[in-house]
Structures are given as C-alpha cells and as structure tokens.
C-alpha cells in the first residue's frame, strides 16, 4: 500500500510536466520523452533498451501509455531502500538484485 500511496503522489507530482504524451507515434521521440520525464523526477536515467523494451513489454508492440506513468514506474522501482547499518553490513558482499519493472529489469544510472 505504501508503494501505491508513493507512486501515486510522484505521478501527481509528475503531473505538472509537460509529458503528458500518451505513447504513440515517433517511437524515438516518445523514448526520448520517458528518458527527459524521469530525469526530471528522480534524476535517473534509463538506458534507451530498457525504455523500448518497456514500451513493448508483454505486448510485442507499443502499448498506449503516458510517459509520465512510465517515467513514474522506473523512479519507484530505483528508489533507494532505507537500509540499516547492520543490515547494510550483512549485505556488503552479495549480489544486488535486479530491479524489474513489468518484467524488464531497469538498466541506467543516476545523474546530477
């Protein structure tokens, strides 16, 4: 419930951009606008394979969606866990596990 309540208020708060676009169209510019939406939100950056494959996830063509639902999905999914210290102990060492959004799993980095 918490994660719903959290995606819901960045996607209100999303909802002052100008992204509003639903995705159809020019493919290229519709992953560019993913791309620019979630920078914004969350300064992170999704590679333009995990946008695309996000687009056309379990569908095989593109899906009507709006970027900022998309950009949305990828900022909750890379959102970093509050972890404590003696967990964060614990974990030094393990392989992290892939974050996945609708079946892709997100690759890409934070930026400034």
Same mark, same amino acid.
């Given at each position: 419930?918490?994660?719903?309540?959290?995606?819901?208020?960045?996607?209100?708060?999303?909802?002052?951009?100008?992204?509003?676009?639903?995705?159809?169209? =020019? @493919?290229?510019?519709? %992953?560019?606008?993913? %791309? =620019?939406?979630?920078?914004?939100?969350?300064?992170?950056?999704?590679?333009?394979?995990?946008?695309?494959?996000?687009?056309?996830?379990?569908?095989?063509?593109? @899906?009507?969606?709006?970027? =900022?639902?998309?950009?949305?999905? @990828?900022?909750?999914?890379?959102?970093?866990?509050?972890?404590?210290?003696?967990?964060?102990?614990?974990?030094?060492?393990?392989?992290?596990?892939? %974050?996945?959004?609708?079946?892709?799993? %997100?690759?890409?980095?934070?930026?400034?």
């Amino acid at each position: 419930m918490r994660k719903l309540v959290l995606a819901a208020t960045l996607a209100m708060s999303l909802g002052g951009c100008a992204t509003n676009a639903t995705v159809t169209g =020019d @493919i290229n510019a519709t %992953i560019q606008a993913v %791309i =620019d939406a979630t920078k914004l939100a969350c300064h992170f950056q999704p590679t333009i394979a995990t946008v695309a494959s996000l687009l056309t996830a379990g569908t095989g063509t593109a @899906i009507v969606q709006t970027v =900022d639902t998309i950009a949305a999905a @990828i900022c909750q999914a890379v959102q970093p866990a509050v972890v404590s210290s003696r967990l964060r102990a614990k974990l030094r060492g393990a392989s992290p596990t892939p %974050i996945v959004v609708n079946g892709v799993v %997100i690759h890409g980095r934070f930026v400034p």
